[in-house]
């Protein structure tokens, strides 16, 4: 069975630097895809990347990026210029290839991030 | 379009009391899911749904039952609630592909407490 592991269960970082959240995780499967939501107080889930395991480029989005290292099972989020809006639960989930037939993600147990001004 | 509609948005409820709480989608989305979310648990999976009229088992079922008679709707139930089953409750929808690459679309939960 696949498991995420989120290591950090809190980190801070001050407002305008940088931070990285790290995940592993562990699966047999070759083909997967990897997500990072954020949830702020709102408690609404937002998809902040996604990754495609046979992709080797890691995905970007405006100051959010990943280093996905498939052979060590690793995904970490940095989030650069961190802003007071990026304080939230954090969290990493696996979504298997699982041809139709579940297609759930599993989730890890998530980071809080807060933004110091 | 509204997405993934939750209702209620918190409820209280006393032990051995029951509820349903209802997942509305209007996207067309074949597969529902029903999740929980505890403090330093993550999202936890209860039920999910296929397609209209199935239904299947997740992590954590237990005490839990759900219905899928519409495509667009999916109820969780509890028939009997015990204060364990104090949490957040959301749901989330995709469409059918075979791939992990679909993104779930979440509600904005359900914050239901047992006294």
């Known amino acids: 069975a696949q498991t995420v592991t989120q290591s950090q269960p809190e980190m801070s970082v001050q407002e305008a630097e940088t931070v990285t959240l790290s995940c592993t995780y562990d699966t047999s499967e070759s083909d997967y895809y990897l997500f990072w939501y954020k949830q702020p107080p709102s408690r609404q889930m937002i998809l902040v990347i996604r990754?495609?395991?046979?992709?080797?480029q890691n995905a970007t989005e405006n100051r959010f990026s990943v280093n996905f290292q498939k052979a060590a099972k690793s995904f970490s989020l940095k989030i650069s210029d961190s802003q007071l809006g990026d304080a939230a639960m954090y969290f990493c989930?696996?979504?298997?290839?699982?041809?139709?037939?579940?297609?759930?993600?599993?989730f890890g147990k998530g980071t809080k991030l807060s933004v110091k001004p | 379009n509204a997405g993934v509609t939750q209702t209620p948005k918190f409820r209280v409820l006393k032990t051995g009391q029951s509820m349903t709480l209802l997942c509305a989608q209007d996207?067309?989305?074949?597969?529902m899911y029903w999740y929980r979310q505890d403090p330093g648990m993550g999202l936890r999976l209860i039920h999910y749904?296929?397609?209209?009229?199935?239904?299947a088992k997740g992590e954590v079922p237990d005490g839990y039952n759900v219905s899928r008679l519409k495509k667009q709707n999916f109820l969780l139930g509890l028939e009997s609630a015990a204060p364990s089953q104090t949490s957040v409750y959301f749901c989330?929808?995709?469409?059918?592909?075979?791939?992990?690459?679909?993104?779930?679309?979440f509600g904005a939960g359900s914050r239901l407490t047992v006294l």
């Open positions: 996207m067309n989305h074949e597969y």
């Open positions: 990754q495609e395991a046979y992709k080797q």
């Open positions: 989930a696996y979504g298997g290839d699982y041809g139709g037939s579940q297609g759930n993600l599993i």
């Open positions: 749904s296929v397609g209209e009229g199935t239904t």
């Open positions: 989330a929808s995709r469409r059918k592909t075979n791939s992990g690459a679909n993104v779930l679309t």
